[in-house]
């Protein structure tokens, strides 16, 4: 057995699949992606789809006052298409995946325990997570 064989196939085209689609994000001009980072993906085991999981950085709203998330999720759709042909370039397999994007609530968490340590969080304070359960 290889070594690239001792692991699933699902996981090998996870772990690709993030290297194309974060070199790309870097790569594409929408404002709305300049502080998205791409932290995962995982793919059905027909590979048919792919959740594609991102994160971002900054103030939570953006300039236009709408949620910098919700910006992201919008501008990374759109450029699904685009994301799409560079896989298909950069990887071999028959069909390449339709992408799904989701916000990577782990960060959000890891966020928050940040804020509660430092003190920064009050008792007022609003739940990052709530209404995107």
Do not use: C, K, W
């Not at 090998?12 to 791409?38: Q, Y």
Request: proline letters at 5%.
């Amino acid at each position: 057995m290889t070594p690239s064989r001792r692991y699933p196939r699902t996981a090998r085209l996870n772990e690709a699949m993030l290297e194309v689609l974060a070199d790309e994000v870097e790569r594409l001009s929408d404002p709305r992606l300049e502080l998205v980072t791409i932290t995962g993906v995982e793919v059905t085991r027909d590979l048919s789809r792919a959740t594609v999981f991102f994160s971002t950085l900054g103030a939570e709203t953006g300039a236009s006052g709408g949620s910098r998330r919700e910006g992201a999720q919008a501008a990374l759709r759109a450029a699904a298409p685009h994301l799409r042909g560079a896989l298909g370039r950069e990887l071999r397999v028959r069909q390449v995946p339709e992408l799904e994007f989701r916000v990577d609530h782990g960060i959000l968490a890891g966020q928050r325990i940040d804020e509660i340590l430092r003190g920064e969080a009050g008792p007022g304070r609003d739940d990052p997570f709530e209404g995107e359960r």
